[in-house]
């Protein structure tokens, strides 16, 4: 049976994150990865969650406190692009998550860019540890999504083959853009 991309997605967090690691959610949105991330670090742990929009860091803050994860998540209300301000080592992050696109059910004229995108990748791909993932589900049925959807494809197609694995999985006979994901492993 194929998993839909987003569901493919959790499946290789399940097996990139274990309990005591640190992960980012570089787009916490409505707070489902964060939440996914959360279980799977535990509460030795470190999520560390950004967003622009205090609408998606509200959101998420309640799904974290609500579901008793708040030990283990730290969240940012900032953009992505500036993950470089934590101070994180080189090599100790098991994953970093992106969702392109706007906010579901919020303001659809807030959108993520390629400036920023391909800044914040930039930033992580350092970080990640061997072995670590860094998962981009990419939505670009929306104004800026073509555009952006472009820009990181040929970034992620440019990287050295002998540092990474990069893998696009998504449906190709689906009408309206259908999102797909973009795997990047650290060899």
């Given at each position: 049976?194929?998993?839909?991309?987003?569901?493919?997605?959790?499946?290789?967090?399940?097996?990139?994150?274990?309990?005591?690691?640190?992960?980012?959610?570089?787009?916490?949105?409505?707070?489902?990865?964060?939440?996914?991330?959360?279980?799977?670090?535990?509460?030795?742990?470190?999520?560390?969650?950004?967003?622009?929009?205090?609408?998606?860091?509200?959101?998420?803050?309640?799904?974290?406190?609500?579901?008793?994860?708040?030990?283990?998540?730290?969240?940012?209300?900032?953009?992505?692009?500036?993950?470089?301000?934590?101070?994180?080592?080189?090599?100790?992050?098991?994953?970093?998550?992106?969702?392109?696109?706007?906010?579901?059910?919020?303001?659809?004229?807030?959108?993520?860019?390629?400036?920023?995108?391909?800044?914040?990748?930039?930033?992580?791909l350092p970080l990640l540890k061997k072995g670590g993932v860094l998962l981009?589900?990419?939505?670009?049925?929306?104004?800026?999504?073509?555009?952006?959807?472009?820009?990181?494809?040929?970034?992620?197609?440019?990287?050295?083959?002998?540092?990474?694995?990069?893998?696009?999985?998504?449906?190709?006979?689906?009408?309206?853009?259908?999102?797909?994901?973009?795997?990047?492993?650290?060899?």
């Open positions: 049976m194929l998993e839909s991309a987003l569901n493919y997605s959790h499946s290789l967090l399940d097996k990139a994150v274990s309990s005591g690691d640190i992960a980012i959610d570089a787009t916490v949105g409505n707070g489902h990865d964060t939440i996914k991330l959360a279980h799977l670090v535990g509460s030795s742990g470190r999520v560390i969650g950004f967003d622009i929009q205090p609408q998606a860091i509200d959101t998420t803050l309640k799904k974290v406190t609500d579901a008793g994860l708040e030990e283990q998540v730290y969240l940012h209300h900032l953009g992505h692009e500036q993950v470089d301000s934590l101070s994180l080592e080189p090599n100790s992050v098991s994953a970093v998550v992106f969702n392109l696109g706007y906010l579901p059910r919020g303001d659809k004229s807030i959108i993520t860019t390629p400036s920023t995108t391909l800044d914040a990748i930039a930033k992580c981009v589900m990419v939505y670009y049925g929306h104004e800026g999504g073509e555009r952006e959807k472009n820009s990181v494809l040929t970034f992620v197609e440019s990287l050295p083959q002998k540092s990474f694995n990069v893998l696009q999985y998504g449906f190709i006979n689906q009408i309206n853009s259908p999102p797909f994901l973009l795997a990047v492993e650290k060899k």
